[in-house]
């Protein structure tokens, strides 16, 4: 549903809750949309549908730079009766170009093709999408992009949390 001017888009969540937006529909839907590039810095990732949704993009030879806060791999992951304890791909938790090390950022941000940016505070896990009243603005545009797309290698460098030191 959402609300759409021009090339800003606004789509406000959980449907579960009663809101008007299915924003984990919202999030697949942005990166199956991938043609060149995702840049990818959210402040956690756990929502499978949105995982998948990321490695979907690689038969397609999208390449996926994934910048994730350092906090998300203090802790081993919660046992999980769906999948084995030994998994081969257990290895894929870190797989990132950079562990930020600050405990002050709290926002997503997904630069697409570097033609689409989607921002939010909704963490990128099933309670971000499905149980927290949240928002996703999406907008198109080469200077937004740029800027995003600069914010991101700045975190992947580490500089992101320099910033608030």
Known sequence: MGIRVGQVAYDAGPHTKGAPDNLEAVIVDFFNQAQKRLEIAPQELENEPIAQAIISVRPRKVPVKLVIEQRCFKHPPKPDSRSPKKSKHEPCR???DAILNTNRWHHTFIVRDRKAVLT????????????????VVI??????DKLYARECLESQAGWFSMAYK
Do not use: D
């Not at 896990?125 to 949240?134: D, L, Q, Y």
């Not at 907008?139 to 937004?144: D, E, L």
């Open 94 to 96: 870190v797989v990132h």
């Open 120 to 135: 939010s505070p909704t963490k990128l896990i099933p309670t971000g999408t499905h149980r927290n009243f949240n928002r």
């Open 139 to 144: 907008v198109a545009g080469p200077v937004v």
